[in-house]
Structures are given as structure tokens and as C-alpha cells.
């Protein structure tokens, strides 16, 4: 078979077209460090890289996710720290009040600063502006101080979740309603700012009302009332014992109390009548005993006030009947120091439990983001392998194509420059 000049040459040019993509293509596995540069270079790892890759993005978003998460949940886990210091001083200063040592004004005016602390507190933002205790309403203040002085808190118990991996959640923050809102107390569910208002108004009023009286034998005792009648608790403890006594009192109506402390004389020793004169309630100690009164309860008194309605005037009086010492003021125990410092410990104590919440969040976060991390590494690597140029085997491969090629050419390049007469000498 015959073949002419024509078809020789094309097929040359052909053969070193097929040697420069393959050269071209090397070289830009070369220079871009890839070895699968279309998925028909290799079909199957192809695919399996596309999926590697795609798991890869998809372990970035959950890291992402991790790290927003851990910046709020580090954010509300200081938040409430400071916050849970900023009641250990008000309970600081609020012994302090009652110990008349400090300055009452001056106790007053840096709890009404760290009030306004607290606020700043519970209406901290994140990197990105959203408010991290307003539920689900982010972009909103979520607690309003409002022209009485109290606190509203307007977000919402949502919890906001991320994912942070296939089969798992976590929460990011925890909602303001149940942090700074709803504090278990003897006196029922109160705000963590409604708590240190009373402690205000105990420290307000700590030097005008006590927890008891004590009189030496004989004891009268003049109620300040509001116009309805109320329930009033208190034990009374004479020579013989102490009994926890409860009746209705109104403004010059104390015959139902005088029943009751003589229904228990024989556990007291102490017989009331009443002053006709003064509406006072007189108590005498039958052995001239030492009579005591304290621990008041008065039914619908739950809190503090800064304006105190409702409290008993007791005197105590020798045998001469002659008055001795200062009136003692009495009312409902929940308006002393000693209670708003309880009720202080309860907010404590509450925010303690969402510390271990959102602390619980951060240990399941810590823990995935290990995961995650080490998850990273091993696609990384499959990438790596699936995807990543051997360059010292392509740059042997890239040798000896372009010596191929360069023997191939000089080759040809002989050939076609030689005449009939070369081949008939």
C-alpha cells in the first residue's frame, strides 16, 4: 500500500496536535496542583470528589454555625455573671443598710445605678446587633424601663437553635422571660428588677421598721391601717411560750385580735384588753414576763414597698405605766432587709440554674466543634487524595511527552526533506 505525501503529513500534524493537548493538560495539572481537572479525566473519582466537597462546605456551615453559637452562648454566659455580681453588691450594701453603718442616700443612689446596670445587661447585643435575651424578637430592646420605674421585658420565649451537624442542634442564647423574669420566690414568681426594687424600698425604709418589739410586762400595741381590713399574722411569745397568732384588724377595730391573744393565754401568759380611748391593744404578761412580737404577715403584703400603709406602733411600759425606750415600728417581714437579702439569693440562686443551662449548651457545643474539627481534617484529606497532582509523576510523564515530541518532529522534519532521488541512489 502506497501512502502519499499528503496523508504522511497529515498524520504527523495530527500526532502532534494529540502530543501538545496532552502536554498542554500536564501542565496545567502542574500549575494548578490538580489532578482532576474535568470529571472525564477520571469519571469515578471524579464523582466521589464532588462529594467530598460538597461534605466539606457542608462541615464549614456547621462550623460557622458552631462559632456563632459559641459566641452568643459566651456572651449571655458572661451577661448573666456580671449580672449575678451586680446582686452580690446590692446585697452588700443592703446588710450594710441595715446595719446603719453607711449612709442611707448614698446606698440609695448606687442601687439605682446598678439597676440601670442590669437593664444594659439583659439588652445586650451580639457581633452581628441581635439582642441576645429577646427570645426570637432580635431586633428589638427587649426590656423598656417604664415611667413608674419598673421593667418591661416585650420579646418572647423563642429559643433560637443552629445545626451543627447532621442529627444535632444547640441553642444559642436563652430567652430574657426566663432569666430575668421569672425568679421562684416564697412570695411568688417575680422579675430579677422587681427583686431589686424591694431591696431598695427595705433599704429606704430600714431604719424606721423592725422585725419585732419586746416589753417587760406590759406592751400596747396601735395599728396604722388603710381603710380595709386585713389579715395580719405575728407570733407572740410570752413566759409560758410563743404562739403564731392571726385575726382581722381594721381602723379602731381590734376586738377580734383581743379574742385571739386570750384564746391562748395559757400557751403565752400574756392576757390583751383593749384601750378604749387610744383603740390600742394592751398587753400584759401575767408573770412578768418578758412579751414579745414579731415576724408579721400581713395577707396581700408579698413585697416591699417604698410607701408603707400598714404597720403596728408597739411601746413598751414599766409597772409604773410610764412609757420606756422608742416606739418600735412593725410590719410585714417581707419589707425588712432580712427578706429583700432572701429574695436577693433566690435571683442569685435562679441565675445560677440558667448559668447551668447555657454552661450545659457550651459543653454539648465544645464537644461537636472537636468533632466537626477532626471531621475537617479527614475530608481534607480525601480531597487531598482524590484531587491533588502527583507533581513529581507529572512532571516525569511532561519529560518524556516533550522529548517524544522533539524526536518525533526531527524525525519528520528528515523525512520531509528528502527527494525520490534519495530513495532510488
Request: hydrophobic residues 40%; aromatic residues 6%; without cysteine.
Amino acid at each position: 500500500m502506497q501512502i502519499s505525501q499528503k496523508l504522511f503529513n497529515q498524520q504527523a500534524i495530527n500526532n502532534f496536535a494529540k502530543l501538545d493537548a496532552e502536554i498542554q493538560k500536564i501542565q496545567e495539572k502542574v500549575s494548578t496542583g490538580k489532578n482532576i481537572l474535568a470529571a472525564s479525566d477520571d469519571p469515578v473519582n471524579a464523582v466521589s470528589l464532588s462529594v467530598a466537597k460538597e461534605q466539606k462546605e457542608l462541615l464549614q456551615r456547621y462550623s460557622d454555625n458552631a462559632d456563632a453559637a459559641d459566641s452568643r452562648l459566651s456572651l449571655a454566659d458572661v451577661s448573666i455573671q456580671e449580672t449575678v455580681n451586680t446582686l452580690r453588691r446590692i446585697t452588700e450594701l443592703s446588710i450594710q443598710a441595715g446595719s446603719g453603718t453607711v449612709n442611707e442616700s448614698a446606698i440609695l443612689k448606687e442601687i439605682d445605678a446598678l439597676t440601670e446596670v442590669v437593664v444594659e445587661i439583659a439588652n445586650n447585643r451580639d457581633a452581628q446587633g441581635q439582642a441576645v435575651f429577646s427570645g426570637f424578637k432580635t431586633n428589638l430592646v427587649p426590656f423598656q424601663k417604664e415611667l413608674d420605674g419598673s421593667v418591661k421585658y416585650i420579646g418572647d420565649r423563642g429559643q433560637h437553635t443552629v445545626q451543627i451537624s447532621e442529627s444535632m442542634k444547640v441553642k444559642t442564647s436563652i430567652d430574657g422571660g426566663t432569666t430575668f423574669m421569672a425568679i421562684p420566690t416564697a412570695s411568688g414568681v417575680k422579675s430579677v428588677f422587681e427583686i431589686i426594687e424591694n431591696s431598695r424600698n427595705a433599704v429606704k425604709t430600714a431604719s424606721q421598721f423592725k422585725r419585732q418589739g419586746s416589753a417587760a410586762g406590759h406592751a400596747e400595741i396601735n395599728f396604722v391601717l388603710p381603710p380595709d381590713p386585713q389579715e395580719w399574722t405575728f407570733t407572740l411569745t410570752g413566759s409560758k411560750g410563743g404562739v403564731s397568732i392571726s385575726s382581722t384588724v381594721a381602723q379602731g377595730k381590734v376586738s377580734a385580735l383581743v379574742t385571739e391573744i386570750n384564746k391562748n393565754t395559757e400557751f403565752t401568759g400574756i392576757t390583751a384588753t383593749e384601750n378604749t380611748e387610744t383603740g390600742a391593744v394592751v398587753l400584759k404578761e401575767n408573770f412578768a414576763g418578758e412579751i414579745i412580737m414579731k415576724d408579721v404577715k400581713i395577707k396581700g403584703n408579698d413585697f416591699g414597698t417604698d410607701n408603707v400603709t400598714s404597720y403596728a406602733k408597739f411601746d413598751s411600759y414599766d409597772g409604773m405605766g410610764e412609757m420606756v425606750g422608742a416606739t418600735r415600728h412593725i410590719t410585714d417581714t417581707d419589707q425588712l432587709i432580712s427578706s429583700s437579702v432572701n429574695f436577693l439569693e433566690n435571683a442569685a440562686s435562679h441565675l445560677g440554674d440558667q448559668l447551668a443551662v447555657v454552661g450545659a449548651q457550651m459543653n454539648k457545643l465544645g464537644q461537636q466543634k472537636e468533632i466537626l474539627a477532626e471531621r475537617q481534617i479527614l475530608v481534607t484529606e480525601k480531597i487531598g487524595d482524590l484531587g491533588d497532582a502527583d507533581l513529581a509523576e507529572l512532571i516525569t510523564r511532561l519529560q518524556s511527552l516533550i522529548l517524544s515530541k522533539e524526536a518525533s518532529q526531527a524525525t519528520f522534519s528528515k523525512i520531509g526533506k528528502q527527494t525520490l532521488f534519495d530513495f532510488i541512489r
